[in-house]
């Protein structure tokens, strides 16, 4: 090191070289660095969601809470164990150690929850394993709407158009809808129907001088009706000619008419459809569930991106995949919610502001105190080399 002054003096072009070296590679690893809005951070924290539609608080925490703490307590690195059983679903909440390899501990997590779905109901879904990261933080979010289109037409549309195509864009890990509408059908047993079909098969039964026995339907009848009839089971291939074709038997209810002429008892004395004994109907959620921008109903779109793509690159693939989408569907309107690039940009802007400012007072106050132009030109010099030089260490160190 003390040789470094003279060694700088005899060998000028060795020490420009080097010099040309740290800019290079400088720049090189500045327009290779990625830029993300939250640092990748790894929280000791997992939560494990699962509903169970239907069930009261007191029927979540018995059958499906207990059970899940009981099988995470033996887990690698449990730290503590916290629960909250409200009505239709169970929420675990995990604490691990700090240094917790979370991607481990969810292989290890999701075997033991395998384990537990054989002995839920069959109306439990399957336990759903959230790791927190800032990667969960939505990208970006906005509204779409349609000037000729209502909120159900709106809804069909996005599901099955818009969606796969957003889905499809690289660095996209998941598009959710916010909002969207949904027809269910609701099938309500009817007492009075039931017991006058009673009453009618029964004088039947009488003048044929038959003993009756009433109908005896309630909603576990009809739901095993509605599984087995609502099926398509796959039972081989058929070769012809070298062609495969795959035959499947049962048949799936494609209409509310045909739901309402199925039938619940069919022999040669009687038969009972369940529009006999029950009244069908389609109902939306839309009362239920709903979004609205600027007081007018909307759909909201949120997207989230895969750990390994920068958040910049993706926002402009989106961008670019949302302008051709428009050029479809001319009616579209899209009302920006969020969109992490822009205060990204905004930060990464605001800190070169920053430096150029505080080279230029650093200059000004070395001019002030040396009052030599000679040596202030060098330093001035030397202070963006020494930053440019720092992004090869954040390069090679992964820091983003």
């Known amino acids: 090191m003390k040789n470094l002054p003279k060694f700088s003096i005899n060998r000028p072009i060795a020490i420009i070289m080097g010099i040309m070296i740290i800019l290079i590679l400088g720049i090189i690893s500045l327009f290779n ?14 939560i494990i969601s699962t509903t169970y539609p239907g069930a009261s608080p007191e029927l979540i925490e018995n059958v ?13 690195n449990i730290n503590d164990i916290s629960s909250i059983s409200n009505e239709n679903y169970s929420i675990v909440m995990l604490e691990f150690s700090e240094s917790t390899n979370l991607d481990a501990i969810s292989i290890e997590m999701s075997e033991k929850l395998d384990m537990l779905t054989g002995i839920f109901p069959d109306e439990v879904t399957k336990p759903m394993v959230i790791k927190l990261n800032p990667n969960m933080i939505p990208i970006m979010q906005f509204a779409i709407s349609f000037k000729d289109k209502d909120i159900i037409e709106t809804s069909n549309l ?5 969606l796969s195509k957003l889905e499809s864009v690289p660095g996209v890990a998941q598009v959710q809808l916010i909002g969207s509408t949904e027809d269910t059908i609701n099938i309500t047993l009817n007492e009075d129907k039931i017991n006058e079909l009673n009453n009618n098969y029964q004088a039947i039964f009488k003048q044929q001088g038959l003993p009756f026995t009433p109908i005896n339907i309630n909603s576990e009848m009809i739901k095993g009706i509605l599984a087995g009839q609502n099926m ?17 038997i049962g048949n799936r209810i494609k209409s509310i008419n045909e739901l309402k002429q199925l039938p619940i008892i069919s022999n040669p004395m009687m038969e009972v459809i369940i529009d006999d004994i029950a009244n069908v109907n389609i109902k939306s959620n839309e009362e239920n569930s709903y979004s609205k921008v600027n007081g007018e109903h909307a759909l909201i779109i949120s ?16 961008n670019t995949r949302i302008d051709e989408i428009k050029l479809e569907y001319q009616t579209m309107e899209i009302n920006m919610l969020l969109d992490q690039a822009k205060y990204i940009n905004l930060t990464i802007n605001s800190v070169l502001k920053n430096l150029i400012y505080g080279a230029i007072l650093a200059i000004i106050v070395l001019i002030f105190f040396l009052k030599d132009i000679r040596p202030t030109i060098i330093i001035g010099i030397a202070i963006p ?3 440019i030089a720092t992004f090869i260490m954040i390069y090679f160190y992964g820091i983003h």
């Open 33 to 46: 660095l990625t830029s993300e809005l939250l640092p990748s951070i790894n929280f000791p924290y997992a």
């Open 64 to 76: 499906v809470t207990k059970p899940i703490e009981s099988s995470m307590a033996t887990v690698s």
């Open 385 to 387: 080399i020494s930053v």
């Open 303 to 318: 997207i989230q991106k895969q750990s390994n793509y920068a958040t910049s690159e993706v926002i402009n693939d989106i």
């Open 232 to 248: 398509e089971i796959p039972v081989g291939y058929i070769n012809d000619n070298n062609k495969e074709t795959l035959v499947r």
């Open 158 to 162: 996005v599901k099955n158009n818009i």
